[in-house]
């Protein structure tokens, strides 16, 4: 989410620093997704610390390597690298909690469950989040593929 590694950095320590202090009051089948929901919020509140958003300079989308190249065809390479950033294009454009939905089920292969707890959502609405946010995406990757090719 903040695509910057030092920022990153410092945000999972100030995370893990709050489940040091708050140890004794949170059970062990839960502390995974606490340590989900505050890191989550943590990174929005940086986000908006810093109010413009900063251009990716990786391969890497919500902080996950998604696609990778292990071919030598240097068309392919050129194809996946423009889907990489079309599909980083469309999740930026993707409001919350449909985005970190998407990272955290598509990218990071949370449960459905797992990311109820985490975003304090009922697990319906997480699915039928989901369900929209790939639709959302299937139109936006979709209509970019048919206007390039047209």
Known sequence: MLRDPAVSADVTQDVFIRLWEHRSSLEEERVLSWLLRVARNACIDQVRKRKVRQPVENDEVGGVDVLTDQGPDPERATSMALFRERLREALDRMGEPHRSIVVLRE???????????????PLNTVK??????????RKDLGEVHRHDYA
């Open 107 to 121: 990218i990071q292969g949370y449960k459905y469950e797992e990311i109820a707890e985490a975003l304090t959502l």
């Open 128 to 137: 039928v989040y989901l369900h929209r946010a790939r639709k959302s995406l």
